[in-house]
DNA sequence: AGCGATTTGTTCGTATGTATA
DNA sequence: TTATACATACGAACAAATCGC
């Protein structure tokens, strides 16, 4: 149930299970605030360096965005369907951290890769988009 | 060029920019071996902490591997371009980390969820994978 | 087969800085 | 201004896996 420092399991790992159990089940909802680290770190019995691990793999998920006041379940927010059209050709991966300041995006969050049959290639923020074949771009 | 603990950035995102650097200039090439941490400690005289942070910005972004021995640039490896066909959505996001345990993925990697005109779903590594607009399904 | 050295993985602690309420 | 909460950065210790001898 809780957090046992000696199973197999890394503590941090067990608690990013904890938490992400507990948004996929929709005890915590997109928006919502999470406890604080520190909240954490005394419902557990276990050091903060453990609960911001557990923090940073949600993160990396896409699942939370942790700003300075606190951590928040991610807003799955309003996705752009974008048409593409025959020919194209695309592509995911994450972007580099200039990157990802560069167009604004927060962690965990990959990008699209659009190459159009003229070469021509656009980034989209893959939690933004959803990619529609149609018969014309 | 080397790092300065009193700059605006970050020590450890520092240490990432200059090893991103070196790998996209070609100075490490895909599939060799970085310097251990304790080398980073050495050189630049900052704390393991720092050096394994950036490793895990790098990590992130898919650019770098790290087993029990060490951290090596990725490969680009072969993809395999899937043809989807019209009225096929597609979207990206990172994959949970059981997710990522299951479908035995590096860390860094997004993956592409496809969905059929039927409904099906596949989830695709995007290392893997490049997308190709085609006629036909 | 063993055994030590190397290297990363995890976890604790402490301290300081910074942004927000 | 004070209190809260996260970000960065140092240090220390031990575990676990792998490699070379």
């Given at each position: 149930m809780a957090?046992?420092?000696?199973?197999?399991?890394?503590?941090?790992?067990?608690?990013?299970?904890?938490i992400r159990a507990r948004i996929?089940?929709?005890?915590?909802?997109?928006?919502?605030?999470?406890?604080?680290?520190?909240d954490?770190?005394?419902?557990?019995?276990?050091?903060?360096d453990s609960v911001r691990r557990a923090m940073?793999?949600?993160?990396?998920?896409?699942?939370?965005?942790?700003q300075l006041r606190g951590s928040?379940?991610?807003d799955a927010g309003e996705a752009v369907t974008v048409p593409i059209a025959h020919?194209?050709?695309l592509m995911a991966r994450m972007p580099t951290e200039p990157e990802r300041k560069e167009l604004g995006m927060a962690e965990g969050i990959p990008i699209l890769v659009i190459t159009s049959p003229d070469g021509e290639t656009r980034l989209?923020?893959?939690?933004?988009?959803i990619i529609e074949v149609s018969d014309q771009g």
């Open positions: 957090i046992d420092p000696s199973a197999d399991r890394p503590v941090y790992k067990q608690l990013a299970d904890l996929e089940q929709g005890e915590l909802r997109p928006g919502q605030r999470l406890p604080a680290e520190s954490y770190v005394a419902e557990f019995g276990i050091s903060r940073a793999v949600l993160r990396g998920e896409g699942l939370i965005d942790t928040r379940v991610r020919g194209t050709s989209l923020p893959a939690d933004q988009t």
